[in-house]
């Protein structure tokens, strides 16, 4: 008996510290953000397979309305959302399921204009091909040139969608 009560209190002992790390503040949720993959191109859609769909006249007029981002055709190969932690990193998977092309990112807090700073990577073939530490205003979409991919050329919207109430 007092061999069990022994162990009991050894087991107790060592649940002590998950009850500490349950409370990580790291894991708070301080926003959501969303990447948009979109492909520009003059050439011929029935080139870039049958996932792409269409893109509404207003992201059109948005994305045709940029300089280097002026393209006859316009279509949307995906997107992901994720919250934003406090401090951990997370990655967006916007093209499932394939790694193609994945975004990391990581709070570096709120900005004084009531965005989110981040660190913000871009990986291509699990190569990292650009790094940039934005501040994201909700509404307000920010849009990387990216790679030349089937005949087209890659642009992402990566967007702050929630900005959560500081405590």
Known sequence: MNQALGILMILCL??????????????????????????????DVSLLGGKVTE????????LGGIEKMQ???YRKLGDDTKAV??????W????KPSEEIL??????????EGGLRLDLELWQH????????????????LLILGPKWRGGTIIIA?????LTPSK
Do not use: C, W
């Not at 060592?14 to 993959?37: F, Q, W």
């Not at 932690?85 to 997370?90: A, G, I, L, V």
């Not at 975004?103 to 004084?112: D, H, I, N, V």
């Open 55 to 62: 893109v509404d006249a207003a992201t059109v007029k948005h």
């Open 92 to 95: 967006l998977t916007p093209l």
């Open 126 to 141: 699990r190569r990292k091909v650009m790094k940039s530490d934005p501040i994201l205003q909700k509404g307000r979409p």
């Open 158 to 162: 990566v967007e702050l969608i929630e």
């Open 85 to 90: 932690f406090r401090s951990y990193e997370n």
């Open 14 to 43: 060592h649940l002590a510290p998950t009850a500490v790390s349950a409370e990580d503040k790291g894991k708070e949720t301080v926003g959501r953000i969303k990447a948009t993959l979109y492909i520009g191109t003059d050439g």
């Open 103 to 112: 975004l990391s990112f990581e709070s570096r807090g709120r900005s004084a």
């Open 71 to 73: 393209f006859k055709h």
